[in-house]
């Protein structure tokens, strides 16, 4: 995902969703999953937390993704470094 679709993929996302960190949006999800899965919900609440529960992971997944571009970016400047061991023979 390229810099420029994610920040729209953001914008997309309710404002109150938007400003989750990954642990608060992961957390909400879990809770959403486990109140579906107790049926505790009438119809028209079970498909507005599953509707919910589909921004959430939408933002969990944004989220990782960020984390592994900035993993990837990490990795290519380590091994742009010259190794100081290899140099000092």
Do not use: H
């Not at 679709?5 to 990954?22: S, V």
């Not at 997944?61 to 984390?67: C, N, P, V, Y």
């Not at 592994?68 to 010259?82: G, I, M, S, T």
């Amino acid at each position: 995902m390229d810099n420029e679709n994610a920040k729209d993929e953001t914008q997309q996302l309710p404002e109150d969703i938007r400003a989750l960190g990954y642990e608060e949006a992961r957390d909400q999800l879990f809770s959403i999953v486990q109140t579906l899965e107790r049926n505790q919900s009438g119809l028209e609440e079970s498909i507005a937390l599953w509707e919910r529960s589909e921004l959430l992971a939408q933002r969990c997944e944004q989220w990782l993704d960020g984390a592994r571009e900035r993993l990837d970016r990490a990795l290519e400047r380590q091994q742009d470094v010259p190794d100081e061991d290899a140099s000092q023979e």
